[in-house]
Each structure stands twice: as structure tokens, then as C-alpha cells.
């Protein structure tokens, strides 16, 4: 029998990293082990799947930017165009792996899935959580109802949705949620809950770097003068983390004004750690627009791609949509 192919794109991260002996497992250098390693201490993974290994990267993903996202995005993008591949797992480090997840989701086509997991403890930790995820992310990738789901995020037993996805925790080996809840499980057997929902087309490719969009942190009595000190750094986006359901302080109105007035989109997101953030009437009057699902970060992508598209407007029906499917009345 022909075994399916899945090609394991390797970026770094916990997943691959390895621990200082004298130090214990909580200092580790990340992306420190190659993916062929990573796979074999998964037994039995290679009975599933025909799995190429392909590494992309070797980073700790704090350290991973704008660039990084293109950089695996391309790869996987030439990855799914083969005939010969059903589909892609991406080894990623979880500081910021709602980023690059949200970045793949935008810019790749749906048909294939592209699978993103790793781990919260390295990968010679005597409870390396990195395996089980890494079997799960390719029994999900072989899976035939992950097609056209888009990029989804295998974690701790869950398959969630790319976007709106967010690292929850600092520490617990569940540390990912979704805005929208997990959309299937891996255990006993891969399951999803509802079937896919229709998708819009991948966003335009970047044809240069991404445009500098800044997020902006907004506590008790936080002077609106950081957000004039954004754009003078050179942000041609702005998000900002707000209190509950993006509540803006009356001292903040009139700079956002004065910033939406002058061409600079300004995204209003939560930094509550899960919430939905909507249109509301504030944003007819200071020309912002809502975050929904997307965390701070997420938003932070979606804005970015979006102006590099030439078309900010494309970012409110990213954050905004739903992602389930409509029942036909």
C-alpha cells in the first residue's frame, strides 16, 4: 500500500530543543535537534506516512519576525503546489507560533492541509510533550477531512483553527485555545466537529517587506503618546491591546482620530486573554476597526499582510468572520 506523503518542515523551537545538563530542563537551546531525530523517537510514525524531512528553519520563535513568516509560508506554499504531497506539518516553536500560524492561514490556499505543532517541554525531557503532538499533526495531516480547513494548529489532543488561535498559558502542555473553540480532537481517533466552512481566497503575496505595524499596550492611565510615537517610528499600522471588550479611555479618542484621519489603520483588540471584540459605534466615530477573534498579535499579522496587499479594508473580514459554516435556510 502507497503511504501518504507529508513532508515535515522544520523551523525549531522547544519541539527540537535541547536541555544543558547542568541546568535541567527549563534551559534548553531551541531547535537544537534535526527533524530526522524528531522523528524517530516517535514509534511508528513512519507506518503512518511517508514523511520527508524539510528543514526551514532553526530558531527560537521569540526571535522570529515578519521575514520568518514569508520564509515558511514560501516553503510550505511550494510544498503543497507538488502533486505527490498531501500535506505539510510545520515543527515551530510556540512563543509566537499564533503568528506565523495566522500568516499561513492568509496566504496559503486551503486545498492542502498545512499542520502546525510543538512542544512546551524539549525534546529530551524526560515528559517531552513533542512526540504525541508530532504523531497527532501528522495523523491530522493524512486525515482526508483535514482538506480545505486551511491552517490548522494540533496541540495537546485539540486540532484548532489557525485563526484566532492564541498561547493561553506560560507553562501547561494544553497551552493553546481558539477563539472559536477546537475544531476536532486526535484521541481516541482524529475527529472534527463540523465540517469545513467556506473560505476566501488567499491574500495577495507580498512582493516586498511587510509594512511595520505596531502593537500598542494600553493600561490604567497609559499616555496616548505612545501612539503618536508608533507612527513617528515609522508604523503604517497600529493595533491596540485594550482593556475588556476594547474599550477605548476618553483621553486616547482624539489621537486615535487625529491617526485614522491621516491614512493610519488602528485596530481595536483585547488584551483579556479570550473574548471576541465587535463592531461597535466607536468605530464609526474614531474610523478604528474591530479585532474580533484575532488576540493583539494575530492582529498585528493580519493588518500587516492586509496593507501589504493594498487593501487594509481585507483585514475586518478576516477578524470578523465567523469561520463556521451557514446553514442554508
Given amino acids: 500500500m502507497t503511504l501518504p506523503r507529508i513532508v515535515l518542515l522544520t523551523t525549531g523551537g522547544t519541539i527540537a530543543g535541547a536541555s544543558d545538563a547542568a541546568s535541567g530542563p527549563d534551559e534548553y537551546t531551541a531547535g537544537a535537534i534535526a527533524g530526522e531525530a524528531l522523528l524517530a523517537s516517535v514509534p511508528g510514525l513512519r507506518e503512518r506516512a511517508d514523511i520527508l524531512v524539510e528543514p ?56 492542502k492541509p498545512v ?45 484548532l483553527p489557525a485563526r484566532g488561535v492564541r498561547k493561553a498559558h506560560s507553562a501547561r502542555l494544553d497551552a493553546f485555545t481558539a477563539a472559536d473553540g477546537a475544531v476536532g480532537a486526535t484521541r481516541p481517533e482524529v475527529r472534527f466537529f463540523r465540517p469545513p466552512a467556506p473560505r476566501p481566497e488567499a491574500l495577495p503575496w507580498p512582493d516586498a517587506r511587510l509594512p511595520r ?33 476594547g474599550s477605548v479611555p476618553d483621553a486616547w479618542r482624539e489621537a486615535i482620530r487625529r491617526v485614522t484621519l491621516a491614512g493610519v489603520p488602528v485596530v481595536r483588540a483585547s488584551r483579556c486573554g479570550a473574548g471576541f471584540v465587535g463592531h461597535r459605534r466607536v468605530d464609526v466615530e474614531l474610523g478604528t476597526v474591530a479585532a474580533g477573534r484575532l488576540s493583539p498579535a494575530q492582529a498585528r499579522v493580519a493588518l500587516s499582510l492586509a496593507i501589504a496587499g493594498a487593501d487594509a479594508s481585507a483585514f475586518a473580514p478576516i477578524a470578523l468572520t465567523d469561520g463556521r459554516p451557514h446553514q442554508s435556510s
Fill in 56 to 111: 526551514c528553519l532553526a530558531l527560537d520563535s521569540r526571535d522570529m519576525g515578519p521575514e520568518d513568516w514569508l520564509t515558511v509560508a514560501r516553503a510550505a506554499r511550494e510544498l503543497i503546489a507538488r502533486e505527490d504531497v498531501t500535506g505539510v506539518v510545520v515543527t515551530h516553536g510556540t512563543d509566537t507560533l499564533e503568528e506565523t500560524a495566522l500568516a499561513l492561514e492568509l496566504l496559503l490556499p486551503a486545498a
Fill in 115 to 159: 499542520v502546525i505543532t510543538g512542544a512546551m517541554r524539549p525534546a529530551d525531557a524526560v515528559s517531552s510533550d513533542g512526540p504525541a503532538n508530532l504523531l497527532d499533526a501528522v495523523r491530522v495531516a493524512i486525515d482526508p477531512a483535514a482538506r480545505g480547513r486551511g491552517a490548522l494548529v494540533v496541540f495537546a489532543e485539540q486540532v
Fill in 213 to 245: 505595524v505596531e502593537v500598542v499596550f494600553v493600561a490604567a492611565g497609559t499616555s496616548p503618546q505612545w501612539l503618536e510615537a508608533a507612527c513617528d517610528m515609522g508604523a503604517r499600522g497600529i493595533v491596540l491591546a485594550l482593556t475588556g471588550n
